[in-house]
């Protein structure tokens, strides 16, 4: 049964942030200063199958580490969000409310304006959490992608089917 008060069988689509959702708003940095990103591997294989079972996915970040996951729409180095989501939405020809954004900090609020199902982790800044429609139990880089996307499969069907690990 969902958390989210939202008909997740209208969802097509994910699009998240990374810093501060899909890795922690710690991020260290290797000598070189280069920062070094973390994914929560329970993130990354709910994103992965989401991939597999055919609904789209994003990233959009102001960051220019890839983020990978098997996601093809990688938006790197977005100054405006709202223009890449914009994209990313015309792309396959989706409306608004069949796109869950989930976002952690003021660069992300435009899109959760826009998209259908704005999402943020537990430890997103307030300003981010009066515009969310649904906010995770975990934090960033704690599983809220999972939490969301776990959801959003269950919902069509798609979690713990037989095809989801390859039998």
């Known amino acids: 049964m969902s958390t989210i008060n939202y008909d997740l069988s209208r969802i097509k689509a994910l699009a998240f942030d990374v810093d501060g959702v899909l890795s922690s708003t710690t991020i260290p ?9 973390t994914v929560n591997i329970k993130d990354g294989y709910a994103i992965q199958l989401a991939v597999k079972k055919g609904l789209h996915i994003a990233i959009i970040t102001g960051g220019r ?6 996601v093809k729409d990688l938006y790197m180095g977005s100054a405006v969000k709202i223009h890449d989501y914009r994209d990313f939405r015309d792309k396959y ?11 952690d900090d003021v660069p992300d609020i435009e899109v959760m304006r ?3 199902l704005p ?6 800044v ?5 515009v969310a429609k649904y906010i995770s139990y975990a934090d960033g880089g704690r599983g809220c992608g999972r939490d969301v ?9 798609l979690w713990m089917a037989e095809d989801a690990f390859g039998w």
């Not at 580490?65 to 098997?70: D, I, P, Q």
């Not at 999402?119 to 997103?124: E, G, I, L, Y």
């Not at 307030?126 to 009066?130: D, G």
């Not at 996307?149 to 069907?157: I, N, P, S, T």
């Open 29 to 37: 940095l290797h000598p070189s200063g280069e920062p070094m990103r």
């Open 65 to 70: 580490t890839e983020a990978g996951l098997g």
């Open 93 to 103: 020809g989706l409306t608004d409310d069949e796109i869950l954004y989930m976002g």
């Open 114 to 116: 826009e998209c259908g």
């Open 119 to 124: 999402c943020c982790p537990k430890d997103a």
């Open 126 to 130: 307030p300003e981010v959490k009066s």
């Open 149 to 157: 996307v776990e959801q959003v499969l269950k919902a069509h069907g």
